[in-house]
């Protein structure tokens, strides 16, 4: 298994971004039993949550051993705490990570371009990312595996968010998550809804294309504080008749969450 630390240089972005890959290329495990080699690898791109960054699913995740036991590779791109989406100052993170850093990480390694094959997941702000990418390059991803995922509506943003810089979802002293830093990703909260900012909107999109939904794998845990707002995103999914495996249970919002739910992600998508 290799694991390689790299900063690509972005056009969308207009810099170099840190990128995480942990690519199995090696024929034998820990146990010395031979592993098929099969490549083109299948590949998740991974993205992290917010406080976080590329390291996150390497030092706290399971990922080195995932790869070995499934045969696939994971790609962990820099999120930079910027949502994942495109926004009004010339920043395309959404663009970077549906379209420039899989055909970039598709030329230097050897990874499966077939659609099947390419899954894309996060957990947290990376789980709202999952779900937004996912479903709007919906001909690139086949699966999307949401874990604890932030669903970022109109309603959401202006519950989260106040008039005075100094305030929002953290409390007075926070100098993060504030109304000025979320517009600077989500611009005005009312022209959210509808967008391709709106998890509800690109559903019914994807739906309706002609490569349609991915399939989706939804873990929320049940004392999670994000429980409530991703519960009406799974009612939703649920009346749309959404290829779905959602999974509410016991859990917060911690890596002992997620590790267990990637792991069952991979077991259901892949066995």
Same mark, same amino acid.
């Given at each position: 298994?290799?694991?390689?630390?790299?900063?690509?240089?972005?056009?969308?972005?207009?810099?170099?971004?840190?990128?995480?890959?942990? /690519?199995?290329? #090696?024929?034998?495990? +820990?146990?010395?039993?031979?592993?098929? &080699? !099969?490549?083109?690898?299948? *590949?998740?791109? =991974?993205?992290?949550?917010?406080?976080?960054?590329?390291?996150?699913?390497?030092?706290?995740?399971?990922?080195?051993?995932?790869?070995?036991?499934?045969?696939?590779?994971?790609?962990?791109?820099?999120?930079?705490?910027?949502?994942? /989406?495109?926004? #009004?100052?010339?920043? +395309?993170?959404?663009?970077?990570?549906? &379209? !420039?850093?899989?055909?970039? *990480?598709?030329? =230097?390694?050897?990874?499966?371009?077939?659609?099947?094959?390419?899954?894309?997941?996060?957990?947290?702000?990376?789980?709202?990312?999952?779900?937004?990418?996912?479903?709007?390059?919906?001909?690139?991803?086949?699966?999307?595996?949401?874990?604890?995922?932030?669903?970022?509506?109109?309603?959401?943003?202006?519950?989260?968010?106040?008039?005075?810089?100094?305030?929002?979802?953290?409390?007075?002293?926070?100098?993060?998550?504030?109304?000025?830093?979320?517009?600077?990703?989500?611009?005005?909260?009312?022209?959210?809804?509808?967008?391709?900012?709106?998890?509800?909107?690109?559903?019914?999109?994807?739906?309706?294309?002609?490569?349609?939904?991915?399939?989706?794998?939804?873990?929320?845990?049940?004392?999670?504080?994000?429980?409530?707002?991703?519960?009406?995103?799974?009612?939703?999914?649920?009346?749309?008749?959404?290829?779905?495996?959602?999974?509410?249970?016991?859990?917060?919002?911690?890596?002992?969450?997620?590790?267990?739910?990637?792991?069952?992600?991979?077991?259901?998508?892949?066995?």
């Amino acid at each position: 298994m290799a694991f390689i630390q790299m900063s690509l240089y972005s056009r969308c972005l207009q810099r170099t971004v840190p990128v995480n890959c942990v /690519i199995p290329v #090696d024929t034998t495990n +820990y146990l010395s039993q031979d592993l098929p &080699e !099969e490549k083109p690898f299948r *590949t998740l791109y =991974l993205l992290n949550g917010f406080f976080g960054n590329q390291n996150d699913w390497s030092l706290a995740g399971d990922i080195a051993r995932l790869a070995i036991e499934y045969n696939m590779a994971f790609i962990c791109p820099a999120g930079e705490n910027r949502f994942y /989406i495109d926004n #009004d100052h010339g920043e +395309y993170h959404g663009r970077f990570i549906g &379209e !420039e850093l899989v055909e970039m *990480t598709r030329r =230097l390694f050897p990874l499966s371009r077939e659609r099947s094959d390419t899954f894309i997941g996060g957990l947290s702000m990376g789980g709202y990312g999952a779900l937004r990418n996912g479903l709007k390059y919906n001909d690139t991803f086949s699966r999307i595996v949401a874990l604890s995922p932030g669903v970022f509506t109109t309603e959401s943003l202006k519950g989260m968010s106040t008039d005075t810089a100094d305030a929002g979802f953290f409390g007075a002293d926070a100098l993060f998550m504030n109304a000025k830093f979320l517009r600077n990703s989500f611009g005005d909260p009312e022209a959210v809804d509808g967008s391709d900012k709106d998890p509800y909107a690109l559903y019914d999109r994807a739906a309706a294309s002609t490569a349609g939904c991915p399939d989706i794998y939804l873990a929320i845990g049940l004392e999670d504080t994000l429980y409530p707002n991703v519960k009406k995103y799974i009612d939703f999914l649920e009346k749309r008749g959404a290829p779905l495996m959602c999974v509410e249970d016991h859990g917060i919002h911690d890596f002992n969450y997620w590790n267990i739910h990637l792991k069952d992600a991979l077991e259901r998508f892949l066995k």
